[in-house]
């Protein structure tokens, strides 16, 4: 059992931080009050294989596993978690349903663009009355004139203003349940496809959120992704892929909260010494720390897993569960580490701890994270 990166993986985590530090850093304040995604940076993600991070090179992928994806997302999140978001959701969601259940032709003219990094993929699962019970779902698609016509609307959409390619969730047989949802892959030039709002949000405000609504929209049959009543099944596959992203996420939100706080602590000085030197910050600290760490080790055990080809999903739903809670939990303690500064913007510690909370809600709640993980270990 190796506990450490290898030579590679340390060079890749390097880069990332590196490139962080230089391009993301000094815009976060900004891009957070104004909202925008850095689509103008695209050209640069697609040159550290940020566009398809875990496909084959011979999609365009940057041929990784989901050790190196887990580094890459906790660097990113560590400086900017709304960018890690969008890249995520871009990697595990989009492009990760088209690899899990496209065939060659699908993944040779929509996956191959969105590995090399082309242009941003969006996800389309939840909607206004659909969440947590994603099988109550009402978007439909019907069969016609040798495609597919779809209705209905999706939000919390992410990448959704910005997608060219997206992945939709549709009804197409209502009476089978979840056995009969299906998935299909939308381009958003085509006729009855529509943003049709973009949300105003507490946390990831870089991150592009919005609603997707189709008004006959009409996909070919070749965009059916595998067969018709698969598409819940696939999403469930997808989703224990996008809880390690989710998990590395949070490390790296409460990784950056933990660093601003240490640094702060040994510059702050109160009763003529810095509070580093005061045993209740020391003991803050320390917790801080070891949960980040703890974290850290249940999001690796489930990236190596996957790596092994091991079905996770007790795993990726442990680290996306306890990770997500520590991040909020690590980002509230550095706040009060602040004190006063930590309620002002001047300081990063209130935009990781806004950032944090979507981790406990976004690809299953806690609460669906605890089913999960009941579900499997009672498995007879």
């Not at 320390?286 to 996957?306: C, E």
């Not at 080809?309 to 442990?318: A, C, I, L, Q």
């Not at 809670?325 to 980002?331: A, I, K, L």
Request: negative net charge.
């Amino acid at each position: 059992m190796d506990f450490e990166l290898n030579e590679e993986q340390q060079q890749i985590k390097h880069s990332i931080r590196e490139f962080a530090e230089a391009e993301l850093r000094p815009n976060v304040l900004e891009w957070d009050e104004s909202q925008h995604f850095p689509i103008e940076l695209l050209p640069e993600f697609a040159r550290l294989g940020l566009g398809g991070v875990l496909f084959p090179e011979a999609y365009g992928g940057a041929g990784m596993g989901y050790v190196e994806y887990a580094t890459i997302i906790e660097e990113l999140a560590r400086v900017d978690p709304s960018i890690a978001l969008s890249i995520a959701a871009h990697n595990s969601l989009c492009g990760g349903h088209i690899y899990i259940g496209g065939n060659e032709a699908q993944k040779q003219r929509y996956l191959t663009p969105l590995a090399r990094g082309e242009y941003l993929g969006a996800w389309g699962l939840t909607e206004p009355s659909s969440g947590s019970d994603a099988s109550s779902m009402r978007t439909s698609a019907v069969k016609k004139n040798g495609g597919w016509v779809l209705n209905g609307s999706k939000n919390f959409i992410t990448n959704a203003s910005l997608a060219r390619t997206t992945v939709a969730l549709a009804i197409t047989d209502r009476a089978a349940g979840s056995h009969g949802i299906s998935a299909f892959i939308v381009d958003s030039a085509v006729k009855g496809f529509s943003i049709a709002k973009k949300e105003n949000k507490l946390g990831m405000r870089a991150s592009d959120t919005a609603s997707i609504a189709f008004d006959d929209c009409h996909v070919p049959d070749e965009n059916l992704i595998g067969e018709a009543g698969q598409g819940f099944i696939q999403a469930m596959r997808v989703l224990d892929g996008g809880r390690v992203s989710i998990a590395a996420l949070a490390v790296g939100t409460a990784q950056g909260a933990y660093e601003a706080s240490v640094r702060y602590a040994k510059e702050r000085f109160q009763f003529g010494k810095p509070i580093s030197e005061f045993q209740a910050i020391q003991f803050k600290l320390a917790d801080m720390a070891t949960q980040i760490d703890a974290a850290r080790l249940l999001t690796y055990r489930a990236a190596a897993l996957k790596d092994a080809g091991k079905v996770t999903t007790r795993e990726s739903s442990m680290a996306k569960l306890y990770a997500s809670e520590v991040s909020v939990r690590v980002s509230e303690e550095a706040i009060q580490i602040h004190g006063g500064y930590g309620f002002i913007k001047d300081y990063p510690v209130e935009k990781y701890w806004r950032d944090s909370k979507l981790l406990t809600i976004g690809e299953g709640t806690s609460e669906v994270q605890r089913v999960v993980i009941a579900r499997q270990l009672l498995k007879s």
